[in-house]
Structure formats: structure tokens, C-alpha cells
């Protein structure tokens, strides 16, 4: 198995830019997450699927934050206007137990 | 509700010498723990994992940790560092038990090996 698939791998774009994120994960695996990392705040769940249904959102920190998951093995993040503050490495997980495997990340920088 | 603290930011270790990073757990319930790994602009990787079983977990690369109910801790040990070891180190704890299988991360504790 490939692992979790994450894309871009590096993200640089402008302030007001509308950025997606895409993740596929393992396949079988019923449950997704998306997490972000940063210097300041560590590694912070946003949202994740069960069954490709959002189950928990309050980590999503505003309306410019969406997460969708059209089907079991594909799942977007998107930011809409980026801002410089949403620079981070952004993570996708998936899981079937309590083990979660991770993507290697997203990179993304907002000038 | 559930928190981890890991209680070093960053530790220092010779080759060769004994690694102990510390973390404290806080959970309403019977917890899942895990130590992950992150290595210089890598992802994730899982070390070790507890889940109810034996409470002396080993894991990939050498790493053991020991869940102990009565001090709330799972800290993270090896006895022997290689270069190879220098990375962070999350602990890491799961809602099982609450219905919400997301992990709650601690902050993080920075590993460095000197030759």
C-alpha cells in the first residue's frame, strides 16, 4: 500500500488565494482527519470523517476553512482567502482501529 | 475531557547513553496512548502504542515505554540513543471512550543525539 497520499507536497501562494488540499488515504480505512502543525500551537486536529461524514468540526478555526469528502478515498481541504496566518504544515490521517497513519504533509506558506 | 504533557521541550543525549522522554496524560476514560515520531520535514510515524494490553509496550527501533495508572504517565525510553534518534517525539493520547477517535498531541519533545 502506498500510505496516505497528500498533494501538493508544497503550497506558496498570495494573500486572498484560494487553496485546496487534497488527501487520499489507505484504502479500507473508514476514518480521515486533517491536522495542521505550527511553531506556536503544535499539532491541532481541525476536522475528521467518519464514514465520510463530518463527525467533529470544532477544531476548524473559521468559515475561510472547508473540508469535504466526496467518497472513501478522497478528501479536500480548502482555504478561502488564504491568509498569511494559515502558514502551516497541514496533515491527513487515516484509520480503521485506533491507529492513525499519516501523510507526509502539506507545506503551505501564504505571503 | 483529555490532555497530554509531555514535560521536556527538548532533551539532550551522548550515543550510546539512555533516552527517558516524560509525559503525563489526564483522561476521563480508559485511554489509548501512543508515541509518534516526526523526523526533519517528514510526517508521522507511529513508535508504540497501548491500548489495555500489557502495560511495558514495545515499540519500533528500540523505544519501549511503560503505562502506569497510578502516576497518570507513559514516558518513552531506550537504552541505548544512536544518531539516528534525533527527531521530536509526540505523545499522544486517544478520545476512545468518548466517541471521538481523534488524538489529542502533546507539544512535542525535541530529541538530539551528540556523538
Known amino acids: 500500500d502506498a500510505g496516505v497520499i497528500q498533494s501538493p507536497r508544497h503550497e506558496v501562494t498570495e494573500m486572498g488565494q484560494e487553496v485546496t488540499l487534497r488527501c487520499k488515504p489507505i484504502?479500507?480505512?473508514?476514518?480521515l482527519f486533517w491536522y495542521r502543525q505550527t511553531m506556536m500551537r503544535g499539532l491541532e486536529l481541525l476536522i475528521y470523517?467518519?464514514?465520510?461524514?463530518?463527525?467533529?468540526d470544532s477544531g476548524m478555526p473559521e468559515d475561510r476553512f472547508s473540508a469535504k469528502m466526496p467518497n472513501a478515498s478522497f478528501s479536500t481541504l480548502k482555504i478561502q482567502p488564504s491568509e498569511p496566518r494559515d502558514s502551516a504544515v497541514y496533515f491527513c490521517a487515516s484509520s480503521n482501529s485506533n491507529e492513525q497513519f499519516f501523510g507526509p504533509g502539506t507545506r503551505l506558506t501564504v505571503l | 475531557a483529555q490532555s497530554v504533557t509531555q514535560l521536556d521541550s527538548h532533551v539532550s543525549v551522548s550515543e550510546g547513553t539512555p533516552v527517558l522522554l516524560r509525559c503525563n496524560y489526564s483522561s476521563s476514560y480508559s485511554p489509548s496512548l501512543f508515541w509518534y515520531v516526526q523526523h526533519p520535514n517528514k510526517g508521522l510515524q507511529l513508535l508504540l502504542k497501548y491500548t489495555s494490553a500489557a502495560t511495558l509496550v514495545k515499540g519500533i527501533n528500540g523505544f519501549e515505554a511503560e503505562f502506569k495508572k497510578s502516576e497518570t504517565s507513559f514516558h518513552l525510553t531506550k537504552p541505548s540513543a544512536h544518531m539516528s534518534d534525533a527527531a521530536e517525539y509526540f505523545c499522544?493520547?486517544?478520545?476512545?471512550?468518548?466517541?471521538?477517535?481523534?488524538?489529542?498531541f502533546g507539544s512535542g519533545t525535541r530529541l538530539q543525539v551528540q556523538p
Open positions: 470523517f467518519n464514514n465520510n461524514v463530518p463527525i467533529d
Open positions: 499522544v493520547v486517544s478520545g476512545a471512550g468518548t466517541g471521538r477517535r481523534a488524538l489529542t
Open positions: 484504502s479500507g480505512h473508514n476514518s
